[in-house]
């Protein structure tokens, strides 16, 4: 008899009951295949980092189809304050980054993508409005992750070649939408430190994973959300140490530092010292590859063969 996990009979079943066909499924639905980590970055550089930034904006609250002023207000700190801090120091230290952007930010700020292009700034699909993918349909996930690569083409006037799924939340179809739009790249999974090549149901897919995590992610430790217990918790000079300790444990290995950033929680006056001070010793290192995450997947793509 053939065990299908769809079946309402299967449903019923509480996890620890799950056939051992089950989770081996589950697991291998989507997972990591073989390490994608060049003996050499260019130029003989010891380390590469990719800097990104999820503009939001208030894409945060009207996803959940919140009408909060106050939170709408928060969100709109990003493009009024956050990205134009953001821009002058990447600009200042001659850096070039990835922001990931749902399309309706993009509709709301459309001369904040283009100028990002134009500064040399890496475009990334970010979701329609920052939904949720693990509640979505198949159908109506493909159709706005369709939908915001149309709208972010039509508004940078280049299709993006990336893509990084809302709150990393991925779905079971997501890779698979994903292959289907022939993009070179996804950066919502945490599998390892370095780029990594996606498998689907065991298969090779071709495409190549920029892993991001929560440590280096600035939401976690200074974001704040006044009806939930979401405060926050930890200093700045805290969040740089570990931001700072994550960069030389990289280059120590010669592999990739890569950080997730929000225009409106670092681009605050108390915490865009943060990026600043960070940038400034980076740059003091000499031997460190900036690049765009799409520079990173393309370069260790070809060296992988890809």
Request: contains cysteine; glycine residues 8%; hydrophobic residues 40%.
């Amino acid at each position: 008899m053939t065990y299908d996990a769809a079946s309402p009979e299967a449903k019923a079943l509480e996890p620890w009951q799950w056939p051992e066909e089950q989770w081996r499924k589950t697991v291998g639905r989507v997972s990591a295949g073989r390490r994608l980590a060049p003996e050499t970055w260019p130029d003989g550089a010891k380390c590469a980092v990719a800097l990104s930034f999820d503009s939001d904006h208030e894409t945060s609250e009207l996803r959940d189809g919140g009408q909060s002023t106050s939170r709408l207000s928060q969100g709109q700190y990003g493009p009024r304050q956050g990205i134009p801090r953001i821009s002058g120091l990447l600009e200042k230290h001659a850096v070039s980054a990835t922001f990931f952007v749902p399309a309706v930010s993009a509709l709301l700020y459309p001369d904040e993508q283009r100028a990002l292009v134009a500064g040399g700034h890496e475009i990334g699909i970010h979701g329609w409005i920052h939904e949720r993918n693990t509640i979505l349909p198949v159908e109506a996930e493909r159709d706005l992750q369709m939908r915001a690569a149309d709208t972010l083409e039509k508004v940078t006037g280049r299709r993006p070649v990336g893509i990084r799924t809302p709150s990393w939340d991925f779905s079971p179809n997501t890779l698979q939408i994903t292959r289907e739009m022939g993009l070179l790249y996804d950066s919502s999974l945490m599998a390892d430190d370095d780029c990594y090549e996606l498998l689907m149901d065991g298969e090779r897919t071709g495409v190549v994973e920029l892993p991001v995590e929560w440590i280096r992610d600035d939401a976690v430790y200074m974001d704040m959300n006044r009806w939930t217990g979401l405060r926050p918790y930890t200093s700045p000079e805290a969040v740089f140490n570990i931001f700072w300790r994550e960069f030389q444990q990289a280059k120590a290995e010669g592999g990739l530092f890569q950080l997730t950033m929000h225009p409106d929680i670092i681009g605050h006056r108390s915490r865009i010292w943060i990026l600043d001070e960070l940038l400034t010793r980076i740059r003091a290192e000499k031997d460190v590859w900036f690049a765009t995450h799409e520079q990173v997947v393309r370069y260790v793509g070809k060296d992988a063969g890809l």
